[in-house]
Structure formats: structure tokens, C-alpha cells
């Protein structure tokens, strides 16, 4: 799980920017491939605990939403800075689900005063016990999101502002196009074990390399195979199973069965470096987009972890979509910042 657990930065492709992933104190700020950034902040490693974002696109017009989300009913009036009730007005808006509840505006008066009460406070205290959002490093995130979207010295900016006038700001990156399309082909029961102990003969190496476990397959995680287009298939081989979830290794297998499957292994450059994800976690394929999928938790509740997906283009997969949150905590489970996007 050191890949779930690690600050990375995903390299974007052509016209687009590129992702990054920061960590100040108690928040982490990223940025995707077309510079849409998200800051939040909460308590490290607690479970269910209130937790803020401010999320804002690139381009001289983008929006400020901040979002504040706490895991138990509060009011408008439950909110202090350093002991000082905050006045939330009736911009802002407020919604419970259950017992969590969520406030939030895109108001850029009330974003501004809010930020305003925030930058020199230790913390946002919330309800009437102990439970806290850190305040420390929310300003250098917010400085880090207006380096990312070139706004410093623009009207526009959240920490930094000056004279520069919005239309100076840079226009959002164009994101990469990327289709999916419906795979209407079907492997025979027979093809797919074949495919399958094809696999498993020519990954050998690969499987004692990831240190992979025997008898692994289960209700949860199977042998797969499935159809690519004419010559080409997807097989999942199970290769550890841990408490809450499992890890497969995946090969790209020919058809025609006189070329060798190769390991799916992805490129994920962090900070620069390309970094191999060796095995999948809880993979999966949709034959309705050829999309394939994976999603691997850095803790069994889900507060922290990794996802991405890939589509098959015909030749090969192409990355389509990163969602990323190296620190565990907050309140809502899955909710993890996205690093790469597609159109």
C-alpha cells in the first residue's frame, strides 16, 4: 500500500497541465491536468472527523465553492474560529444527510470573509464538543492554488491579491479528448480458460516478483478474461488478498495464442519519476465503455487511497481518470481529490 500513501504528481498529456499533489501541515492541496484545484483540510488519520475543501477551476471566471463537511448535526451558528462564533449568512447553504451534515457557498463575498476569519486562526472548532478542523497550512495550499492557476497579484486570487485585472488570468488547459466505445464481442467459456492459462504460464516471473500469494481466487477476486477486440484479451490473475481487499496482476494476452501476454503495468509518473503500478487493486472491466478500472484503499474505511481508469483504444489503454488522497481522514468516505480527467 506505499503507492496509496505516498505525495505523487501525474503527468498530464499533451495541451493539458500538469497534475500535482502537495501536502502543507494539516492540508493537501491538487491540481489536475486542466488545473482544477481542490485544498482540504482535517484532522490526520481520524476516522469520520469534519473536514473543509475550497475547490475552484482554472480560467479568469472560475468560482470559489467551499464546502464544509461534518460527520454529525450542526447549525449555521456550530462554527468558531479560535473560540469565535463565525457569521455564516444566508449565503451560505446548509444540507443534512442522515446525521452528516454539509455546508457550503460559491458566494465570493462570503468565501472572501470566511478566508478572511480562517488565515490567522489554529483551528475551526465545530458543534459543541472537540471536534476540529487544523487551520495550519490552509494559507500556503490557497497560496499554492493561486501559483497553479496564475492568479498571484490578480483581483482574482485568494491569498494573494493585487491589481491585475481577472482577464489577465490564463484560460483553463485543454483536457485530452478520449472515447469510449462499447466492446459487442464474447470470449467462449473455452478461449477465456485457455486465455487464462496462457497467463498464468508466461507470468510466472511476474507473479513470484510481486512475492504474489497461491489460491487466492475467491468470490471477490477471480480469474477473468475478457475480449479486447479480435486479437487481443484482458485476463486478471488474483495475487494477494488482504483483510478488506485484494490485488490482481493483469496481462494483455493475443488472441491468436502465438505471441507472448504481456503484464499490464502501468505508467504513473510521481514527481517526475514514472513509477510502475505492478499489480491492480480490485480491478475490474466494463465491456460497455472498455474501460478498465482499479481502486485500492490506504485503510479499510475507505478515507484515504487511490483510483484510476483506463480505456482501450484499440492498440492500447489509455489513462482516462486519477483520483488521489495520500492522507487518511475526513468525513466523507471516498471522496478523494482527482488528479487526471478526460473528455
Request: proline residues 6%; aromatic residues 6%.
Amino acid at each position: 500500500m506505499a503507492l496509496l500513501l505516498a505525495s505523487l504528481a501525474l503527468g498530464g498529456a499533451a495541451n493539458a497541465a500538469d497534475p500535482s499533489y502537495d501536502r502543507y501541515k494539516s492540508w493537501l492541496i491538487a491540481c489536475d491536468n486542466g488545473l482544477t484545484c481542490e485544498a482540504k483540510g482535517f484532522k490526520n488519520g481520524v476516522i469520520s472527523s469534519p473536514d473543509m475543501h475550497v475547490h475552484r477551476a482554472a480560467g479568469p471566471d472560475a468560482v470559489t465553492e467551499v464546502t464544509i463537511g461534518v460527520p454529525f448535526p450542526v447549525g449555521l451558528n456550530d462554527f468558531r474560529a479560535d473560540g469565535i462564533s463565525l457569521d455564516l449568512g444566508p449565503a451560505w447553504q446548509l444540507s443534512r444527510d442522515e446525521d452528516a451534515t454539509t455546508i457550503s457557498t460559491s458566494n465570493p463575498a462570503a468565501v472572501m470573509e470566511l478566508l478572511s476569519d480562517l488565515r490567522n486562526a489554529a483551528q475551526l472548532e465545530v458543534g459543541a464538543g472537540n471536534a476540529v478542523i487544523p487551520l495550519d497550512g490552509i494559507v500556503a495550499a490557497l497560496l499554492h492554488m493561486d501559483d497553479r492557476q496564475d492568479r498571484l497579484g490578480n483581483v482574482t486570487a485568494l491569498i494573494t491579491r493585487g491589481t491585475a485585472p481577472a482577464s489577465s488570468v490564463a484560460a483553463a488547459p485543454a483536457l485530452p479528448i478520449l472515447a469510449r466505445r462499447k466492446i459487442d464481442i464474447a470470449l467462449s467459456d473455452e478461449e477465456g480458460q485457455r486465455l487464462i492459462l496462457q497467463a498464468k504460464n508466461s507470468g510466472k516471473a511476474v507473479f513470484e516478483a510481486e512475492e504474489c500469494q497461491g489460491n487466492t481466487s475467491g468470490e471477490d477476486l477471480k480469474e477473468e478474461a475478457y475480449p479486447l477486440d479480435a486479437d487481443h484479451a484482458l485476463v486478471f490473475i488474483p495475487c494477494i488478498i488482504g483483510a478488506y481487499q485484494g490485488s490482481s496482476l493483469a496481462f494483455i494476452v493475443p488472441r491468436n495464442g502465438n505471441d507472448a501476454p504481456v503484464p499490464f503495468q502501468p505508467k504513473l509518473p510521481f514527481g517526475g519519476d514514472e513509477t510502475e503500478l505492478k499489480i491492480l487493486t480490485e480491478p475490474g472491466f466494463d465491456m460497455n465503455t472498455g474501460a478498465l478500472r482499479m481502486a485500492g484503499r490506504g485503510r479499510a474505511v475507505g478515507d484515504c487511497g487511490l483510483t484510476a481508469e483506463w480505456v482501450w483504444d484499440g492498440m492500447q489503454f489509455q489513462l482516462a481518470e486519477v483520483s488521489y488522497q495520500g492522507t487518511c481522514g475526513g468525513s466523507q468516505l471516498g471522496d478523494w481529490p482527482t488528479l487526471f480527467r478526460t473528455r
